[in-house]
């Protein structure tokens, strides 16, 4: 069984940087990635990324504030977010894919973490 377990979000002032993490079990995962999601809007891809690291994929308003890496031995990836402002409140979703590369369509992604809400004060 697949688990994506989250952590790292919270409270922060616009301006701090935070790092979200997602710890993978179950099976390793080519592609991951970070998606965000606020109330009545679709989810939206963050970042993205391959096994090795070699090709990742940004998209949306914040594309030039957060960067996406991996650790394969641990299983993990993370999303360092600087420079946050309050519109990036929301629920910051890990995902996997057994994709090589990563794309930003939410239906080629098949697991998917519970969320982590990032609240950002102005």
């Known amino acids: 069984q697949v688990q994506l377990v989250e952590s790292g979000g919270g409270l922060v002032q616009a301006g701090g940087s935070l790092e979200l993490s997602c710890a993978a079990s179950?099976?390793?995962?080519?592609?991951m990635g970070w998606f965000r999601q606020t109330p009545g809007k679709e989810r939206e891809l963050v970042a993205a990324i391959n096994w090795d690291g070699s090709t990742t994929a940004y998209t949306g308003s914040m594309r030039d504030r957060v960067t996406i890496s991996r650790d394969t031995t641990k299983g993990t990836v993370y999303l360092k977010i600087v420079s946050l402002k309050p519109e990036d409140t929301a629920v910051y979703y890990c995902?996997?894919?057994?994709?090589?590369?990563?794309?930003?369509?939410?239906?080629?992604?098949?697991?998917w973490g519970q969320g982590t809400q990032v609240t950002v004060s102005s």
């Open positions: 179950g099976r390793a995962l080519p592609a």
């Open positions: 995902t996997g894919s057994t994709r090589l590369t990563p794309t930003s369509r939410p239906s080629d992604y098949i697991y």
